[in-house]
Antibody, heavy 119, light 107 residues
């Protein structure tokens, strides 16, 4: 059974940093692209970042240069380092598994981690 | 960026109704279109990929169609568990983008 479990959310200061983690199990982690997707309170879904199984990375314009996605295939872990936080980064952040090794859509989602940016 | 426009943004329907939600892309995306269902306080659930292929375990009352710029999601007979918000997503090119959502409510 595929499981994705996010951690590391919480309260961050404007201009500060937070790091999200996602522990994956139930599939061969290194074979799949992984994503972060966020949802601001009461709003729709916004794709944030993707990392391929081999480590190629892609970002939304809204986070480019501030957020860094990474993965540790030996530990089945996905990360999102969030720097220079802004109020508009407040959202639930979901870890989402790529449908196939090359697909850019998602089949499994974690439960989400709430990030609140406020002074 | 490819803009995804869903309509309607909300609708009221009764149990047993046939419901169709549409999604339009600002440029052609082939069949690189997925649909997701989200209930309040829960993560999204994947329903359909490649415009018309059902994800494993998704009941056949859900169906998707379309190609290029115009797509639709149909629920053949609405059940209480289907009341939710539905999102489309294009994965033709980066940045990956979602539609604004279509909320299906009980009439």
């Amino acid at each position: 059974e595929v499981q994705l479990l996010e951690s590391g959310g919480g309260l961050g200061q404007p201009g500060g940093s937070l790091r999200l983690s996602c522990a994956a199990s139930g599939f061969t982690f290194s074979n799949y692209a992984m994503n972060w997707v966020r949802q601001a309170p009461g709003k729709g879904l916004e794709w944030v970042s993707l990392i391929s199984g081999s480590g190629n990375t892609y970002y939304a314009d809204s986070v480019e240069g501030r957020f860094t996605i990474s993965r540790d295939n030996s530990k089945n872990m996905l990360f999102l380092q969030m720097n220079s936080l802004r109020a508009e980064d407040t959202a639930v952040y979901y870890c989402a598994k790529g449908y196939t090794s090359s697909s850019l859509t998602f089949d499994y989602w974690g439960q989400g981690a709430l990030v609140t940016v406020s002074s | 960026d490819i803009q995804m426009t869903q309509s309607p943004s909300s609708l009221s329907a009764s149990v047993g109704d046939r419901v169709t939600i549409t999604c339009r892309a600002s440029q052609g995306i082939g069949n690189y279109l997925a649909w997701f269902q989200q209930k309040p306080g829960k993560p999204p659930k994947s329903l359909i990929y490649e415009a018309s292929s059902l994800q494993s375990g998704v009941p056949s009352k859900f169906s998707g169609s379309g190609y290029g710029t115009d797509f639709s999601l149909t629920i053949s007979s609405l059940q209480p568990e289907d009341f939710a918000t539905y999102y489309c997503q294009q994965y033709h090119s980066f940045p990956l983008t979602f539609g604004g959502g279509a909320k299906v409510e009980i009439k």
